[in-house]
C-alpha cells in the first residue's frame, strides 16, 4: 500500500497517531489488498471476510471508552484508518465506518446497562451494530417517516415500518432503528430502538448496489417487532436528536474519509497511467493539458485532506465544528466527483472499461454522495449556520459527554487498548 500523506498533517497527528498509520498500513497490505480483487469480482453483496478482518483489529472500538474495551482513540483516528482501509478497498473503508456509525445512538445516548451489555462486544467486533434511519418515501427528511412504535402494554413496543439504504442491515446483529412514537409534526415524537437481528419480524430486503463491491446498503422490514422498553436508546421522545447527532458528529467525517481514501487512490491510478502511457516521444505527463489536470487534481486531494483532518482535530479537542464537519464531506465528495471525471479524461476510452481501477473509483465516489445527506442539504446547513435559523450544535454536544466520562485519550496499534 502506498504511504498517504497523512504524516504531513501537523499538528493534527501524534507519534501515536502516525504509529497507527503505520499499522493500518501493515494490515491493509497483507489482508484487505488480497481480498479486495475477489470482493469486487463477488459483485454486490455483504463480504463477511472483512469483517472478520477488521474484527480482529479492535478498529470497530476506536471512539469507544476503554471502561467498554475500545481504545477512544478519537477522531483524527477514525480518519486515519477509514482513508488508509479505503484506499485499497473502498467497500471495506464502507463496511467500517457504517458499523462505526452504527455504535453512535449507544455510546452517545445509551444507559449505563445498554452500554456495558453491548459496547465491550462492539469493541472487540464480536457484534456488529447499524444505524436505521432513512425511509424509502421520506430520505433525509427523518421528521417525516412513518415507521411506529406503539406501546405494548407496560413490557415494551411493537415497531412496523420499512427501513432502506442501511449500511450492512445484512451484516449487523442489531440495528439502532428509529420509529415514530408520537404525532406527526409533534415535538420529540420520534425514539430510538435497539432491535436485534434475530427477533421475529426483521427482515433484509436485498437492494443492490452498483458500486462498492463487497458492501451491501440494503432494507430493513420490521413486522410487528416485539422490543422491550430496555432496549429503548436515551429516552422516549430522543429518536430525531439521536438521528443528527450520529449523523453530524460520525457519518459526515466518516464518509468524508471513504472519500478521501478513494480520491488518493484515484490520484495515485491516475498519475502512474500517464506517466507510463507512450506519446509522441515521451508520454502522456509530458504534455501541459495532462499535466495541468493532474494538477488540479492533487489541489483537490490536497483541499479536501486538509478539511476531513481539520474537523477531526476540532472534534477531538471539544471545540464547536458542526460546519467544519459538512464541509469536510461536501469537500471530499465534490473534490472525489471532479478528480474522478479528469481522470476519466485521462485515461480516454479505457476509461469505460469494466474492471479498471479508473472505472471502479468513479462508481465508487459517486456512491459517497447520498449518505448523511447529498449536496444539496450540505449546502442547506451551512447557509443556516452563516444565516439562520440557528440549530444546537451536536458537536458540542458530543464533547460534552466525553468530558464527562473519558478518560486519558490513547491511541491503539493494535487490537489491545494502549496502555
Known amino acids: 500500500m502506498p504511504a498517504t500523506s497523512a504524516s504531513l498533517f501537523q499538528p493534527y497527528l ?3 497517531h502516525q504509529a497507527l498509520q503505520r499499522h493500518v498500513e501493515d494490515v491493509v497490505t497483507a489482508a484487505i489488498a488480497p481480498l479486495a480483487p475477489r470482493m ?4 454486490s453483496h455483504t463480504d463477511r471476510e472483512v469483517r472478520q478482518i477488521v474484527s480482529e483489529t479492535g478498529w470497530l472500538g476506536l471512539l469507544i471508552e476503554p471502561e467498554w474495551g475500545g481504545t477512544d482513540a478519537g477522531h483524527v483516528a477514525k480518519t486515519l484508518v477509514l482513508a488508509g482501509i479505503s484506499q485499497v478497498s473502498p467497500a471495506a473503508g464502507a463496511v467500517l465506518q457504517a458499523s462505526i456509525l452504527g455504535a453512535a445512538p449507544i455510546v452517545e445516548r445509551g444507559s449505563e446497562e445498554m452500554r456495558r451489555a453491548w459496547l465491550p462486544e462492539i469493541a ?4 456488529w451494530p447499524t444505524i436505521a434511519v432513512t ?11 412513518t415507521a411506529t412504535a406503539r406501546r405494548k402494554g407496560r413490557s415494551g413496543f411493537v415497531i412496523e415500518g420499512e427501513k432502506d439504504l442501511i449500511g450492512n442491515a445484512a451484516l449487523g446483529d442489531f440495528h439502532c432503528v428509529v420509529a415514530r412514537t408520537g404525532k406527526p409534526g409533534a415535538p420529540r415524537s420520534l425514539t430510538a430502538f435497539l432491535v436485534e437481528q434475530h427477533m421475529p419480524g426483521v427482515e433484509v430486503i436485498r437492494r443492490p448496489l452498483n458500486g462498492l463491491n463487497g458492501f451491501s446498503c440494503d432494507g430493513l422490514r420490521l413486522n410487528q417487532v416485539h422490543v422491550p422498553a430496555s432496549h429503548i436508546i436515551g429516552e422516549i421522545g430522543d429518536g430525531h436528536d439521536i438521528a443528527l447527532l450520529s449523523s453530524v458528529v460520525w457519518g459526515r467525517l466518516n464518509l468524508a474519509a471513504v472519500a478521501l481514501g478513494i480520491h488518493r487512490s484515484l490520484f495515485e491510478a491516475t498519475t502512474r497511467w500517464v506517466s507510463t502511457r507512450p506519446r509522441y516521444a515521451g508520454h502522456l505527463a509530458d504534455l501541459e493539458p495532462v499535466r ?3 494538477a488540479e487534481m492533487q489541489h483537490r486531494l490536497m483541499t479536501a485532506e486538509l478539511a476531513a483532518y481539520h474537523a477531526a482535530y476540532l472534534l477531538d479537542q471539544g471545540q464547536p465544528c ?3 464537519l459538512i464541509n469536510s464531506k461536501l469537500t471530499a465528495v465534490r473534490a472525489g466527483v471532479r478528480s474522478a471525471t479528469d481522470a476519466q479524461q485521462l485515461h480516454g476510452g479505457h476509461a469505460g472499461r469494466i474492471g479498471t481501477p479508473c472505472e471502479q473509483l468513479k462508481r465508487d465516489i459517486d456512491l459517497i454522495n447520498a449518505p448523511a445527506g447529498p449536496e444539496d442539504l450540505q449546502l442547506k446547513r451551512l447557509a443556516e449556520q452563516a444565516l439562520g435559523p440557528t440549530r444546537p450544535e451536536w458537536s458540542v454536544q458530543h464533547a460534552s459527554r466525553r468530558r464527562a466520562r473519558r478518560r486519558a485519550p490513547t ?9
Open 14 to 16: 501524534t507519534e501515536d
Open 40 to 43: 469486487e469480482a463477488r459483485g
Open 124 to 127: 472487540a467486533g464480536r457484534v
Open 135 to 145: 425511509e424509502p418515501e421520506t430520505g433525509s427528511h427523518v421528521r417525516g417517516m
Open 292 to 294: 495541468r489536470r493532474v
Open 322 to 324: 458542526d460546519a467544519w
Open 411 to 419: 491511541v491503539a496499534v493494535g487490537p489491545e487498548p494502549a496502555s
